[in-house]
Every structure is written in C-alpha cells, then in structure tokens.
C-alpha cells in the first residue's frame, strides 16, 4: 500500500513539472514575434541587424526628407541627432506626422532601408517617447521644452 501511495505521489511532481515545462516552452513560442526591441539610428548604423528581425525605430522625422508618393507609400528619414536612416512606410500616417516630430517606426532594416509596418507619432507638442528621448540625449541633441 504504501508502495503504491509513493509512486502515485513521484508520478504526480513528475507530471507536474512535464506541464510546468511544456508551459512554459508555449508562453516561449508565444512571445517570439511579440517582442519588438527599440534601436536608435545610430545604433542600426553601429550594428545592422538581420533583415528578417523586426524591431522598432525611433527619432526625430528629419526636416526635408518627407515625400509622399502617388499611392499610400511615404518614404522619409528619421534621426537621432548622430545618425540618420531612411524609411519606406506603405499605409495612412498619423494625423499629427510631420517632419521634426517624434516618431517611433516597427519593422525590418532591409538594404540600408528600414520598411515600416506600423509608425506612431507623438500625441502632442510636449510628448516625446522614452527611448526616444534618452536616444536624442545620448546624442546631445534633445532640448527640455518646458526650460
């Protein structure tokens, strides 16, 4: 009897830790695609990734690099003060894009040129993104707008 009880209780926190592993190897798979890293274009400069990583960039729209062209493309350049990238972006732009606005871009670095599938833009004249603005400040170029 108590033999049985034994390997019953050992085939229990066997199992147990089978699921907590399986589990957990799922949440894994699970999370692969969903995490995009932020890279400032100085960054991508120092070292390009891989063209089939998606990541997300950020920076200031660089003034005179915006063009729209005859469909939904939009190709512009965004900068951190050191560095400067080009970005192709197929799709309706936020409302307030504009150039020397805050933007923050998802998508891939392919040839010298990071296509965006998904670009955000600042909110107001005061917000700036986190890693934005520590990028600029990395740069020295950011400007507190309230001093």
């Known amino acids: ?63 005179g690099t915006l063009r729209r062209g005859e469909s939904e493309t939009v190709s512009f350049s965004v900068t951190d003060g050191g560095a400067s990238i080009p970005v192709t972006f197929t799709g309706v732009l936020p409302d307030l894009f504009g150039e020397n606005q805050g933007m923050i871009g998802t998508g891939s670095y392919v040839d010298g040129v990071f296509l965006a599938t998904d670009i955000l833009a600042k909110h107001d004249e005061e917000y700036m993104p986190k890693e934005v603005m520590d990028s600029l400040k990395e740069q020295g170029v950011y400007q507190d707008p309230n001093s």
């Open 1 to 63: 009897m108590k033999g049985l009880k034994k390997r019953r209780r050992i085939q229990i926190i066997l199992f147990t830790f089978l699921a907590l592993i399986v589990a957990t190897g799922l949440i894994g798979f699970a999370f692969r695609d969903g995490i995009n890293y932020f890279r400032s274009p100085s960054e991508i400069l120092a070292e390009p990734p891989q063209s089939t990583e998606v990541f997300r960039i950020g920076g200031l729209v660089e003034e």
